[in-house]
């Protein structure tokens, strides 16, 4: 049975673990610290501000009365919570800003966006029994917060949901504060979300193309502004990606993955709830979310490291909050009902018949997706090609170059490209660790430095997009009974040979911290690898087409 409670046992469930992070000794300097790392192990030499956003669902359980909850006016909770506030407002640098992955880092909507929502939400609950002196230092932090943030990104954050959180922090901290000199603020930050949403297709860039998760994290953020501010354009934006992330949810309870430019599989579930009433299509995405938590197979917070397993918490007890009954016929998911589209220019193709259910992202090589809808199986899960070059240097296939040739029709959908070198996964020495301290410690009294070093950092580690001398192309043919998958790899380069090429999988390629979780259908996920002879064959001729075919 589908309840309202699935979504305050989950967060519910992991309030001990928040509670662990925290220093909740009220005569350490670190009293309020949620960053269990830095204040206990001693294996962080920072304190992370993004751990303090778990500040929201403290002060959430305090204030409210969730099923089976123990936390309900509980003064000693209360006091952890205002020690959590008044040490974000600690840390803060002097230019209104937060570091998250390294010192003096001065992140913009991350690690500062996010942490400002939070703790500006936190502080509204329970700001009357605040003491007068915690109280003044968060209202100060929160204004130079929200300050900052209004100058917009210079990181080279191409990131939708950032801008989106942009305006929900000013948005949240002008409405909690009643600072109506953020307004022009806000609106030149809501203009500039408006540059990352492509309103024909309804989705918001994330680097270079869609994310279903950070796509719901959108329309999470947007409605929270919804509720105060009911303007039509927000309205009209949730609406259109509401639409959109309909696709990405699955038969089998999953949502998002290697479809999109960044791969999450996380699902914001509060705006959905938020707008139930509005927009009959969120009503269904909803009930889908809560039977995926019931399942285990929406990614739920316990599976989730403790960086963000402090964002999840209090979304799910906003949701649980803000849930109302479901009432009527459901409106059918796309994978429910008979259709075909395409989202021209995110390069993103889905179709149902019969009992199969294909979603394809073939901007991104043609990464993909099988369900048999009947059985809420997932029979493939295709990653696209990763392989070895003979000098030992790593390819794929798994990139979305607006270079690619795509081609989609109702019975093909093919993308011809070229493949790309992996991102060199790279990782910290003592010596580089020292080396790059150093540098943050003689550049960090500078915004201006701190955000160029980020804007590298990411290039280096996100965006690289070097070509390999080898063509591939990728067709998904649609017969009455079966798909069949048929790839071409073509060798351009005469001193070039390819040792290994593995097909399908779970690969996750790109640099996001907030991925990689684990979800069952990874049990039976396999990949096929070339045999020796078919990589003989692409070494002599040049030239190899294999095909797979899945049975419908």
Known sequence: MISSEIYANAALDQIPR???????NRFSSTYGCFHRDYWLEKTSDFPDAVR????HALALVYKYDFPNSKYQGNTNLLNWTIAALDYWAGIQHKDGSFDEFYPYERGWV??????????????????????SDVEKRVRRALIKAAFFIGKGESEEDHLGNHHAMACL????????????????????????????????????????????????????FLAKIYVHDPRPEIF???????????????????????IGSRN??????HGFEIVSSEIKLAQSIAVKAISGIAQGNLVPPSSMSDRYLVYRVPEYLQSYLDYSPKSGKLLALPYEREHAKFFKKAGIASCRTGDQYTIANMAKGGTFKIFNVALNECLLNDSGAIGILSNGKKFTTQWIDQSFKLSVDANEWSVKGTAKYLPNPKTFTPFKGLIFRLIMVAAGWSPMLSHFVKGRIRKMIILNESDVPLNFSRSILFEKSQITIRDTFTLNRKSISVTNISLGGEYHLRYVPQSRYFQPHELAN??????????????SERTISVEREIKI
């Open 526 to 539: 396999h990949g096929i690898e070339l045999s020796p002879g078919e990589l003989n064959k692409l070494n």
């Open 18 to 24: 928040l509670l662990g992070s925290l220093d909740r």
């Open 110 to 131: 991350g690690p500062t966006g996010f942490t400002t929502y939070a703790c500006a939400e936190a502080f509204n609950l329970i700001r009357e029994e605040m003491p």
């Open 52 to 55: 303090q956003f778990a500040v």
């Open 169 to 220: 922090a000013v948005h949240t901290v002008m409405r909690v504060l009643g600072r109506d000199d953020l307004e022009a603020i806000y609106s030149k930050l809501w203009d500039k979300f408006l540059t990352y949403y492509h309103a024909e297709e309804g989705w918001c860039r994330e680097y270079d193309g869609p994310d279903p998760g950070y796509l719901s994290a959108v329309v999470s």
């Open 236 to 258: 009209e934006v949730i609406s259109g990606a509401v639409e959109t992330c309909s696709y990405f949810v699955y038969p089998n309870g999953s949502y998002g993955g290697i």
């Open 264 to 269: 999450t599989i996380h699902l914001y579930t």
